[in-house]
């Protein structure tokens, strides 16, 4: 069992920045993928972004790529995920997610997690 705790949501106005941050305890071992995910309102649950741990292979979505950063700290079992250059469309409800095992689904998928945080709120205005 992993448990998630997102923090570091805010309001912002666009051009800024903010970073998120995610706890995880529990068997932190098992987790093979961590990722970020994002629901507005009227919207499916999008992924943001992800790592595959035992590879570090990194996945963004081509909305968020070159304005997004992904990464996780083994030390501090934490992910994060700094955002720059925010719009007004990135506002959503953001969630960290852990997979704990290998999926088919692939990695921005949400059939590939298994574990989900409570989610943090971002809100970018005009």
């Known amino acids: 069992l992993v448990e998630l705790v997102e923090s570091g949501g805010g309001s912002v106005q666009a051009g800024g920045s903010l970073r998120l941050s995610c706890a995880a305890s529990?068997?932190?071992?098992?987790?093979?993928?961590i990722a970020w995910f994002r629901q507005s309102p009227g919207k499916e649950r999008e992924g943001v972004s992800s790592i595959y741990r035992g590879l570090g292979r990194i996945s963004y979505a081509d909305s968020v790529k070159g304005r997004f950063t992904i990464s996780f700290d083994d030390a501090k079992n934490a992910a994060y995920l700094q955002m720059n250059s925010l719009k007004p469309e990135d506002t959503a409800i953001y969630y960290c997610?852990?997979?704990?095992?290998?999926?088919?689904?692939?990695?921005?998928?949400?059939?590939?997690?298994?574990?989900w945080g409570q989610g943090t709120q971002v809100t970018v205005s005009s």
């Open positions: 997610a852990a997979g704990l095992r290998g999926s088919l689904y692939g990695a921005l998928d949400p059939e590939t997690y298994d574990s």
């Open positions: 529990g068997d932190t071992w098992s987790i093979v993928y």
